[in-house]
Nanobody, 127 residues
């Protein structure tokens, strides 16, 4: 069973950058589509970014397009979320997730499509 651990969260001022990492153990991430989700206080968890298991396809929520970038390093069994030009509304707990279905090469955007989840890392952006 895959275990995911996020890191790289923290507190930054608006306009700053952070890079989140999601490291996997107990499985090889190269066979999983990966995604990042976030949950702000008082709000439901929402999709942020996803990458197909091949790495060839990505998907982003409109609010982060042009600012966030998802990537994967299969040799390191790690997925990244580079976050630039951060805004206060990006403040949330960020979760990474892994989807085991490799029948299709897609960047999955729905929570129910993911099988494994990390515990989350807090990102706080101050104005």
């Amino acid at each position: 069973q895959v275990q995911l651990v996020e890191s790289g969260g923290g507190s930054v001022q608006a306009g700053g950058s952070l890079r989140l990492s999601c490291a996997a153990s107990g499985g090889t991430l190269s066979r999983y589509a990966m995604g990042w989700f976030r949950q702000a206080p008082g709000k439901e968890r929402e999709f942020v970014a996803a990458i197909s298991w091949t790495g060839g396809r990505t998907n982003y929520v409109d609010s982060v397009k042009g600012r966030f970038s998802i990537s994967r390093d299969n040799a390191k069994n790690t997925v990244y979320l580079q976050m630039n030009s951060l805004k206060p509304e990006d403040t949330a707990v960020y979760y990474c997730a892994a989807a085991a279905d490799t029948r299709y090469i897609v960047a999955r955007t729905r929570e129910y499509e993911y099988d494994y989840w990390g515990q989350g890392t807090q990102v706080t952006v101050s104005s």
